[in-house]
């Protein structure tokens, strides 16, 4: 069964970083683009950025501040976030693009498997 299961969020302090861990199983991730995606309370899913099959990104946009790594070895995408703000408050998600070549779409509509999400709260 393909899984993606996020960890790492939690409640962190404005100015304070997570890095978010994105694990598969039942597939390897290095053939698949991943991107990260982040959901606000009352907003719509939103993309930000995504991390190709040959380690290429792309950022949906100049304000994502985020970086995004992966570890094939551990069958993991990392999301690193510093400076975090109470606008970054969301739930976030990673998502799986079979077609994993370069340059990947931070569009929800190119992903395939997606994780349940983990929490991430920022106080201010």
């Known amino acids: 069964q393909l899984q993606l299961v996020e960890s790492g969020g939690g409640l962190v302090q404005s100015g304070g970083s997570l890095t978010l861990s994105c694990a598969a199983s039942?597939?390897?991730?290095?053939?698949?683009?991943i991107g990260w995606f982040r959901q606000a309370p009352g907003k719509e899913r939103e993309g930000l950025l995504c991390?190709?099959?040959?380690?290429?990104i792309t950022k949906y946009d100049d304000s994502v501040k985020f970086t995004i790594s992966r570890d094939n070895a551990k069958n993991t995408v990392y999301l690193q976030m510093n400076s975090l703000k109470p606008d970054d408050t969301a739930v976030y998600f990673c998502?799986?693009?079979?077609?994993?070549?370069?340059?990947?779409?931070?569009?929800?509509?190119?992903?395939?498997?997606w994780g349940q999400g983990t929490q991430v709260t920022v106080s201010a």
């Open positions: 998502a799986a693009d079979p077609w994993g070549e370069a340059p990947c779409a931070v569009v929800r509509q190119s992903y395939k498997y």
């Open positions: 039942g597939f390897t991730l290095d053939s698949y683009a």
């Open positions: 991390i190709a099959n040959n380690g290429a």
